[in-house]
């Protein structure tokens, strides 16, 4: 199974840009999944995940309000709406996907990941 990551790019602060994942390889059947990110100098961090059957998300505060998750199964594919955009948003976003009926906010929870797009927000 391989995640691709898209939709990354630069945008000036206050800008919005949406991310897509998709699975090849076979279908994930069954997953939760989920965004993390990673700025330069700093460790992977949550940013948002949504369970196994899209009833339930989560998000880190930092990105609450302003971040949305969804997915479409048909498709095996998963967006990340980023609106208002930050220059602390800046970072390399990877996808991730989970076997789990609850929300994973851990990386280790995850069992799939995608190489990662860059997102860069200017001032």
């Known amino acids: 199974v391989q995640l691709q990551a898209s939709g990354g790019g630069q945008v000036q602060a206050g800008g919005s840009l949406r991310l897509s994942c998709a699975a090849s390889?076979?279908?994930?059947?069954?997953?939760?999944w989920g965004w993390f990110r990673q700025a330069p100098g700093k460790e992977r961090e949550f940013v948002a995940a949504?369970?196994?059957?899209?009833?339930?998300?989560d998000y880190a505060d930092s990105v609450k309000g302003r971040f949305t998750i969804s997915r479409d199964n048909a498709k095996n594919t998963v967006y990340l709406q980023m609106n208002s955009l930050k220059p602390a948003d800046t970072a390399v976003y990877y996808c991730?996907?989970?076997?789990?009926?609850?929300?994973?906010?851990?990386?280790?929870?995850?069992?799939?990941w995608g190489r990662g797009t860059q997102v860069t927000v200017s001032s």
């Open positions: 390889g076979r279908t994930l059947g069954n997953v939760g």
């Open positions: 991730a996907a989970y076997y789990s009926v609850f929300i994973a906010t851990i990386a280790s929870q995850y069992s799939y």
């Open positions: 949504i369970s196994r059957y899209g009833d339930s998300t």
